[in-house]
C-alpha cells in the first residue's frame, strides 16, 4: 500500500457541482493533514489543513477519518477558478507525504 | 511580507554536470524543506533544516545534499546530474519543525532539465 493514496482524475465537472476527493494513508501515527492546490506549472498552495472534527471554509469541507485512514475535501458550487490539481499531504515526522493528486476540470 | 523566495526560476544543466538551487524561507520561519516534483507526482521530500541543522532525510541519493545558513535560507546541491533529476524543485518554509498542523508555505520552485 502506498504511503498516500489519491482518487485517481481526471474530475470534469460542470459549474456548480459538487464533487468530492479522497485519500487514504497508511501511515497511522500521523498527525497532521493537508489539502494543497496546485495550479499548473505553479507551487502548492495551502488550500485547507484538516483537523479531526472536520472543518469548513466556505464552500469546502474537509473531513478526517482516523479509524480508516482517510480524508476528504468536499467543493461545493463549483466554480472555473477551482480547476486545478488537488494535493492530499499527510505528516510524516518532519516530512510531508504527497498524493500523487487529483486534477479537477470546471467547465461552463 | 514576502513569502519564500527561490532562484534561479529556470536551470538548464547537461548530465554529469552540479547545480545549485537556493531560497529564503518566510521572514521568522526556521526551517526549510526540500521537495522534488516530477510532472504527473506529487512533490517528494528531500530534506528538511531547522536551526542549520539536518532534521530530515528522504530516500535520495548522496548526490542530493543541503545546509542551511544562519539567516535560515538555505541551498539544494546536486552533483554528477541525471536527466532523471529533471523536475520542479520546491523549497517550503515553516516555523518549526513541524507536528501539530505545523504548516509548509512553498515557494514558487526552481524549474531543472537536464539534456
Known amino acids: 500500500r502506498k504511503e498516500v493514496e489519491q482518487d485517481p482524475g481526471p474530475f470534469n465537472v460542470p459549474e456548480g457541482a459538487t464533487v468530492a476527493f479522497n485519500c487514504t494513508y497508511s501511515?497511522?501515527?500521523?498527525?497532521?493533514f493537508f489539502w494543497y492546490r496546485q495550479d499548473c506549472r505553479k507551487e502548492p498552495k495551502l488550500l485547507m489543513s484538516v483537523y479531526s472534527s472536520g472543518n469548513e471554509d466556505g464552500r469546502f469541507t474537509a473531513q478526517l477519518n482516523r479509524a480508516s485512514q482517510y480524508i476528504s475535501l468536499l467543493i461545493r458550487d463549483s466554480k472555473l477558478s477551482d480547476s486545478a490539481t488537488y494535493l492530499c499531504?499527510?505528516?510524516?515526522?518532519?516530512?510531508?507525504?504527497f498524493g500523487k493528486g487529483t486534477t479537477l476540470s470546471v467547465s461552463s | 511580507d514576502a513569502g519564500v523566495t527561490q532562484s534561479p526560476t529556470h536551470l538548464i544543466k547537461t548530465r554529469g554536470q552540479h547545480v545549485t538551487l537556493r531560497c529564503s524561507p518566510i521572514s521568522g520561519h526556521k526551517s526549510v524543506s526540500w521537495y522534488q516534483q516530477v510532472l504527473g507526482q506529487g512533490p517528494q521530500f528531500i530534506f528538511q533544516?531547522?536551526?542549520?541543522?539536518?532534521?530530515g532525510r528522504g530516500n535520495f541519493p548522496d548526490r542530493f545534499s543541503a545546509r542551511q545558513f544562519p539567516n535560515y535560507s538555505s541551498e539544494l546541491n546536486v552533483n554528477a546530474l541525471l536527466l532523471g533529476d529533471s523536475a520542479l524543485y520546491l523549497c517550503?518554509?515553516?516555523?518549526?519543525?513541524?507536528?501539530?498542523?505545523?504548516?509548509?508555505?512553498f515557494g514558487p520552485g526552481t524549474r531543472l532539465l537536464v539534456l
Open positions: 501511515n497511522s501515527a500521523s498527525q497532521s
Open positions: 517550503a518554509s515553516s516555523f518549526s519543525l513541524g507536528g501539530n498542523q505545523e504548516t509548509q508555505y
Open positions: 533544516y531547522y536551526e542549520k541543522e539536518e532534521r
Open positions: 499531504a499527510v505528516e510524516a515526522g518532519t516530512a510531508l507525504i
